[in-house]
């Protein structure tokens, strides 16, 4: 009976949806599977209510794919990083293609997903109007609701994973700074990326949603984008940033508001321990193991770490860069599942990557401006598309709306990272006199 049932009932479903969707009740002889009792026909009408909105299916895609990235740190950490060790560039290696596997493999569920439309994706779906009088007419606004094809999804994963994995490369400078001025020991700083990273999966995932809602109701939002990542281009390119982690809010607040000590209580966040701890060799492993700490020296509080603020800041830092990757790929898709799955993907190798990079990055002279040109780029992009059309606001003739190809913006975003890659391997940096 199961066997008939797991062969049939897709097709059931299906059926029942169809029906729905027109008004028709079923009759009960039609409804019913094989040898399935009549109380599992009373489970077609809601299945075929559900599947005719697709807004409660996609619901499920979401939940699907956070339960992976669960999966996935909750065996990063409890089981190839359950102790804590110095991160050798073959692991990182190893892991840097494994984070890149999976994010570019996404893109072939993408394309089957959306294609065959599972759980709903790509019905009903936010893009961008491709009509020549979009954002004109009220009857043709900038964003519209409609199906969504399976290529068309995949190029706008990929033009989105591309921009948010470039971006996070600026990532690495300041967390190899902050690294460097807490003297964070190696081997702790996985866990420091680990903890942060959760942290910024949940503040994008929020960011994300409240971006999402705000260009869908209010589409000019697109220009304050647009004119925001031009002119964080302009400010990195021109200014030159504050490189004392001491001096960021978020620290001075800790230390004013909240003990703190001036050690490492191994790897943990808070401690009671008021002298740093000391070390033993385990006769049994070979390997260092803490002494308990001397009587009458723990406090009955608990004080914060250095390993913490690290942590703060590496949280505010992509807080920071945050607020301009996201806008950046809303310049690409308008679609939240596609925004936030590849903002994700990317987020998660960061790592990894940093680990591989942090010690060589500084030999990569040209990749800052690289990046400042892929912000203003895309930047650029969002306003040619949203500013056309509102013209009239400021007395101009309203124009056509102007969108920049997904598959070029991939060339583009691509070929300004290979050059600037290449130019740095030929043209590197000379070393400072003494």
């Known amino acids: 009976m199961l066997g008939t049932w797991a062969a049939v009932a897709p097709d059931a479903i299906r059926a029942a949806a169809r029906a729905a969707a027109n008004g028709i009740r079923l009759p009960e002889r039609e409804t019913r599977v094989g040898s399935i009792p009549a109380v599992m026909t009373d489970l077609f009408p809601l299945l075929a209510e559900t599947a005719s909105n697709p807004a409660d ?14 999966l996935f740190l909750a065996l990063d950490l409890g089981v190839f990083h359950r102790e804590a060790h110095e991160v050798s560039m073959k692991e990182a290696a190893t892991w840097s293609v494994v984070w890149l596997s999976c994010g570019l493999a996404f893109s072939a569920f993408v394309y089957k997903a959306y294609d065959a439309h599972w759980l709903g994706l790509g ?21 519209v609701s409609g199906e969504v094809t399976g290529g068309e999804a995949a190029q706008q994963y990929l033009v989105g994973y591309v921009v948010e ?6 990532n690495i400078f300041v967390i190899a ?8 020991p190696a081997k702790y700083q996985h866990r420091v990326l680990f903890w942060g990273i959760l942290g910024a999966l ?13 260009i869908l109701r209010y589409q000019w939002i697109l220009i304050v984008f647009g004119a925001f990542l031009v002119l964080t281009a302009l400010k990195m ?3 030159k940033g504050n490189d004392d982690p001491t001096q960021n809010l978020a620290v001075r607040l800790c230390k004013r508001f909240l003990p703190t000590v001036d050690f490492y209580d191994g790897q943990r966040f808070f401690t009671r321990r008021t002298v740093a701890p000391t070390y033993s060799t385990d006769p049994a492993t070979g390997k260092p193991v803490q002494d308990p700490p001397p009587a ?5 509080r608990w004080a914060i770490t250095p390993l913490f603020l690290a942590l703060v800041l590496v949280e505010v830092t992509d807080l920071v860069f945050a607020v301009d990757s996201i806008p950046a790929i809303f310049a690409v898709t308008p679609d939240p599942f596609i925004v936030f799955t590849s903002n994700i993907f990317a ?38 598309l949203s500013v056309p059309p509102h013209l009239g606001a400021i007395g101009l003739e309203p124009r056509h709306a102007i969108k920049i190809d997904t598959m070029a913006s991939l060339v583009i975003v691509l070929g300004t990272l290979a050059v600037a890659t290449v130019l740095s391997v030929l043209l590197p940096k000379r070393p400072s006199a003494a």
């Open 202 to 214: 949940v503040m994008r995932g929020a960011m994300i949603a409240v971006g999402a809602g705000l």
């Open 296 to 300: 009458g020296t723990l406090s009955a």
């Open 347 to 384: 987020i998660l190798g960061l790592r990894a990557l940093y680990f591989c990079l942090a010690a060589l990055i500084a030999r990569f002279r040209f990749l800052k401006p690289a990046l400042i040109l892929i912000l203003a780029f895309v930047g650029v992009k969002l306003l040619l």
């Open 57 to 70: 299916l996609k619901l499920w895609a979401y939940v699907g794919f956070i339960g992976l990235v669960v």
């Open 237 to 239: 390119a021109l200014i």
């Open 123 to 143: 019905l009903e779906t936010p893009r961008y109007n491709d009509h020549e009088l979009a954002g004109e007419i009220p009857e043709q606004p900038l964003i």
């Open 177 to 184: 700074l902050i690294f460097a001025f807490f003297a964070v």
């Open 165 to 170: 994995k470039s971006l996070a490369m600026d």
